[in-house]
Structure formats: C-alpha cells, structure tokens
C-alpha cells in the first residue's frame, strides 16, 4: 500500500505532465492522448481501486484544484488550493515547484532506504540535475572552483552563449544550459526577471477585448516584488517594450536591506544564440542563491566574516559572529527556499537536521510564514529557524554593528 508522501508525489506527477501534454503547444494529437492515458494510468494507481477517476473527469479536473484529485482519506496539505492550469490556459508556477519538492524528498528518502520500490535509481537522479552539478563542481575537490561556479550559476542563470562560455563552469555543467523555454518566448524574443535574470514567463491575451503581452518571473514572490509587466503586441516582428505593472511599496526597516531593486525595466533579448539553466538548477540553485549571496554580501560589508559553501557545500553560509576583540561564535546556516513548508519540514525530519551539520535553517524574508511549522521540526534536532532579514539584524546585534 502507498504511503501518503507517495500518493501525493504520484498525484501531483500525473497531473503535471497531463497538463503540460494539454498545454504545450505543436504535440501531435495521437502524442497528446497517449501521454495523457498515460497520466491517467498512474493517477488511477495512486488512487487506488476504492476511488475511480473516469478519464473524462480527470480532463476535466485537471482545470481545478489539485487537491480534489488525491484519493479519500489522503490529506491535501499544500496540494489544498492549488492549480495546475491557470486562466491563461498555462501551467502554474507553484504546480512545477510542488513537483520538484516532492521529487527531491523522495529522492532523499531513497537514498536513506526509506521509500524503495517507488522509481529506479535511475528515473530519480535523471529528475534531480540539481545533485549532479553539485558533484561535477566538487570534482577537483578546490573551495575556490566549487564556489566560483556555483555564484556564476546563481549570477548568470541565462545569457548569450558568449557570456555562458566566460563562466567558471566545468563543461560538463554548461550542458545543463538550454534553449530559453517556449513558454518565455514571444516571436522570437525573450525578457530575464529583473530579480533571477532567467526567462520570464510570457503570454498574451485579451484584455477587455484588447490583445496584450504579460511578462512574469516563474517565480511567483519575484512576480510579487515587482518582476510582472504588460506589453503591447508588435504589429511587425520588432522587439516588444516592457511597461511596469503597479509594484508594491518597498519595506521598511530590517527588511529593506535583502530586498532586491526592481526598477530597472528589462529588455528584450533575442532567442537565437542564447540559453538558459534549466528550471530545477534554476528553482533549487539560482533563487535560494540570490539570499545567500546577498546576506553574504550585507554581512561582510558591515565588517563580518562569512564563508560560502564551506567544506564543498556542508552547508551554505558560515558567520563569525561576535565583537571585534573577543571571543567568537561561528554559526552555520543552511538557506531554503520552498514553496511547500510541508515538505521541507519531511525534508528536514527525513534527514535528521541538516546532513552537513547546519545549525541554523534561514529563509527568504517572503517564506517569513513557514516560520512556526519549520520550527517545530528543527527544534527536535537543535536547529533554529529564522527569516534572512531577522538572522542578518541578530548576528549584527550580537557583533555590534549596525543591520539597518
């Protein structure tokens, strides 16, 4: 009998793919339904034989909430409430991240010889490029190469093949950039987030009865700070121009320190000879990266002494904290940014803490309200919870110098 982790990642997987099958568009009909029955298939598995799915109303409620898909019985969680297809007819951003978090849980738990039988070892670690990477960057066993490439990933997660060719790469890395994604395109053109730098997501549609082009990063609190634009559709194949949508207020206070600048308006960037990370090393490396960097670089301005990716990625920051004269206390923080507290809480449980010994778990200011649930898990195996912008005015105060 499946467990719930698993109902759910089966779940979740099928109606992914159905909905991409439904929505990518140049599929053959005949490739459309045979992937589609396929989904199908493993979404009747998960369900079990007590709780039928005729196909047609598995089309249909791939339009719906992902939750009402699991079998009776199985909690919903942070499935409750969420889309796989939006009003634009597109799959959803937080559709692509439950997936991928779901799949690296299970790949964790494999590996702890937790939950065999689900995949082969084989299908998993095609899923997970992100542990790929990681090892072809440590293969020379130097510090200063792992964290030169890993910054170039978290910088430069799309760019012009002549800019790709001047990062710090192994060759066997820079495979892992591909042609900009179909749905960022827009006859011909692309837009990096202000924010990530990778593609935004691109589509138009009418509004009151008006063609236009929407611009947004895949990653949702990016599109949230201000990386969402209209365009105007050319008439002709010229380069659209972005316009900015109302952005929300800067913070004040702690927070305005971390918070990214999004003034600068994007601009248009051919397809042709560029390329992009792609969307797992993007979604697991470059977004959580940005937190990182940007603490590493608030903190050392202020006089703090901080290493990145200590002992080839034991964890992610190391922080001396404490008066200029006097005795030191080094803090080790691991940073995450998931869209499912849920399963970065399993995550954490799965794995007994932070396997490289982190003692503090950070996350980016927007996933201040994982907070309490985080917490609760973390405290069990002496680890602390904090927002990035609350860990930065704590380690400040405790050195005496000034967050804000």
């Known amino acids: 009998m499946l467990d719930d982790v698993r109902v759910r990642y089966l779940v979740t997987r099928a109606a992914l ?58 909690k919903p969680l942070d499935l409750d409430g969420t889309l796989v297809v939006d009003q634009d007819g597109q799959v959803t951003e937080d559709a692509f991240d439950l997936d991928l978090e ?5 790949h964790t738990l494999r590996k702890l010889d937790k939950a065999a039988g689900l995949m082969s070892d084989r299908e998993l670690q095609a899923e997970i490029d992100q542990e790929t990477v990681y090892t072809l960057l440590r293969k020379r066993g130097d510090q200063a190469v792992y964290v030169a490439g890993r910054s170039d990933l978290i910088k430069r997660p799309a ?22 994604p179909y749905d960022s395109v ?50 002709d194949l010229s380069a659209p121009e972005l316009l900015p949508e109302p952005s929300p207020p ?15 308006v994007p601009q248009a960037r051919p397809i042709d000879g560029h390329k992009a990370l792609v969307r797992g090393i993007w ?9 990182e960097l940007a603490l590493r670089d608030r903190l050392t301005e202020r006089g703090l002494k901080v290493e990145m990716w200590p002992g080839l990625d034991a964890y992610d920051l190391l922080v ?16 995450k940014d998931y869209t499912s507290a849920t399963t970065l809480a399993k995550l954490v449980h799965a794995q007994e803490g932070d396997r490289g010994g982190a003692d503090w778990l950070v996350v980016p200011d927007y996933r201040a309200g994982q907070i309490p649930l985080l917490s609760g898990v973390c405290a069990k195996y002496e680890m602390r919870v904090a927002a990035a912008s609350e860990f930065g005015e ?11």
């Open 17 to 74: 793919r159905a909905a991409r099958a439904m929505t990518t568009p140049g599929l053959e009909p005949e490739q459309r339904l045979t992937t589609l029955m396929e989904c199908h298939g493993t979404m009747l598995a998960a369900r079990g034989p007590g709780n039928p799915l005729p196909f047609g109303e598995f089309r249909r409620a791939l339009k719906g909430d992902l939750g009402g898909l699991l079998p009776d019985g199985i």
């Open 102 to 106: 779901q799949r690296m849980l299970l």
């Open 159 to 180: 760019g012009s093949k002549d800019e790709l060719c001047e990062l710090r790469l192994p060759p066997m890395v820079v495979d892992f950039y591909k042609e900009i």
């Open 186 to 235: 827009y006859r011909g053109w692309w837009f990096p987030c202000p924010i990530c730098a990778w593609p935004m997501r691109l589509v138009a549609r009418k509004n009151i009865g008006v063609p236009v082009g929407t611009a947004r990063c895949w990653h949702a609190p990016h599109a949230d700070m201000g990386a969402s634009y209209l365009f105007r559709l050319p008439t």
């Open 250 to 264: 800067r913070p004040d206070g702690r927070e305005a320190v971390l918070y990214p600048d999004v003034k600068k």
């Open 283 to 291: 979604r697991y490396t470059t977004v959580p990266g940005l937190p």
């Open 320 to 335: 001396e904290v404490g008066p200029k004269r006097g005795k030191k206390q080094k803090f080790k923080v691991d940073v």
């Open 394 to 404: 704590m380690v400040c105060e405790k050195s005496g110098v000034n967050w804000t």
